[in-house]
């Protein structure tokens, strides 16, 4: 109450906060310090954090289906939030379509973003659409040339035939993709034997792996697709391979698959051989749906 007796009514800002790191963690703040940061922006705001959205490992150039930035949308829809706090803007979006997209909604709903890095996103402020849009080019030009980047490097290392190492590890090899484990790839000598005599992959399953004790390196039971990855993995063969991304999924498929010359690494099985097995599990009488590229079981 002021001293003339009237009442004086202070409305707490609503705010939201928005987290995301893509899979390239080298170059990102991580989300719990985003969150932390965020939190601390906001406090110093005065407003009231109602919500925070975290979309993990997931890019935000590829167009790939953010969940939480979807909720953070229809929260500024619904006019539950006045604003959203972010570390940077391109936590938000990474194409210059998106930003302003983003930038339109925000105006239509007195919805201010601020970022702990870099520019806010104010729709009262003249200047604001012109600045974002030019930081909207930069952020979608930078992904481009990281992408271009990233599969250039990635053909680069298959047509020179070094190992594809990191994430988890080929079945048969160690993590440095080249150290062979005895015990694992004779087993794969075994199946591929198993399979060119006649019997199942469920069969081959039972007898090789399930008598063995042998576990996919996911450390989940070997099963009949997995191992059907497996054999016809040209890597079994020294065979080195390279997997064009699919431009409409951002996807490498399996069907794309090409082999480019010999891998640095031994082989388990010979060209002969795996051929055999190739045709045997290609056979349209036991086919199974195509996967993902490189299941490294």
Not at 164 to 184: C, L, P, Q, S
Not at 278 to 292: F, M, N, Q, S, T
Request: proline share 4%; glycine share 6%.
């Amino acid at each position: 109450m002021g001293y003339d007796g009237r009442m004086t009514t202070i409305t707490t800002r609503r705010a939201a906060i928005y987290a995301r790191i893509s899979l390239d963690k080298q170059e990102e703040a991580g989300v719990k310090r985003q969150i932390h940061l965020a939190t601390k922006q906001a406090e110093a705001d005065e407003a009231e954090v109602v919500a925070t959205y975290v979309d993990n490992n997931i890019s935000a150039f590829s167009g790939e289906y953010r969940p939480d930035y979807d909720k953070l949308i229809h929260a500024i829809e619904n006019r539950e939030i006045d604003v959203v706090y972010v570390y940077a803007l391109d936590r938000l979006t990474r194409r210059t379509k998106d930003t302003l997209a983003l930038f339109e909604l925000c105006e239509k709903h007195s919805v201010t973003v601020k970022a702990n890095r870099g520019y806010n996103i104010d729709p009262s402020d003249p200047a604001s659409r012109l600045t974002i849009v030019i930081l909207g080019l930069i952020a979608e030009q930078e992904s481009i040339d990281r992408a271009a980047r990233i599969r250039a490097a990635y053909e680069d290392r298959a047509r020179t035939g070094r190992p594809k190492t990191g994430g988890r590890r080929m079945f048969g090899y160690e993590a440095d993709a080249v150290t062979v484990i005895d015990e694992e790839a004779q087993a794969i000598l075994d199946a591929a034997a198993m399979v060119i005599a006649g019997k199942t992959l469920r069969e081959t399953v039972r007898d090789v792996f399930d008598a063995r004790g042998l576990t996919a390196t996911s450390g989940r039971p070997m099963t009949a697709p997995t191992l059907r990855d497996i054999l016809l993995n040209p890597r079994v063969r020294g065979k080195s391979t390279f997997n064009p991304t699919d431009p409409k999924t951002g996807f490498r498929l399996v069907k794309d698959r090409e082999i480019v010359g010999e891998g640095n690494w031994p082989a388990f099985v010979d060209e002969g051989s795996g051929e055999h097995v190739d045709a045997i599990l290609r056979d349209p009488a036991r086919a199974v749906a195509p996967g993902l590229v490189d299941s490294a079981a």
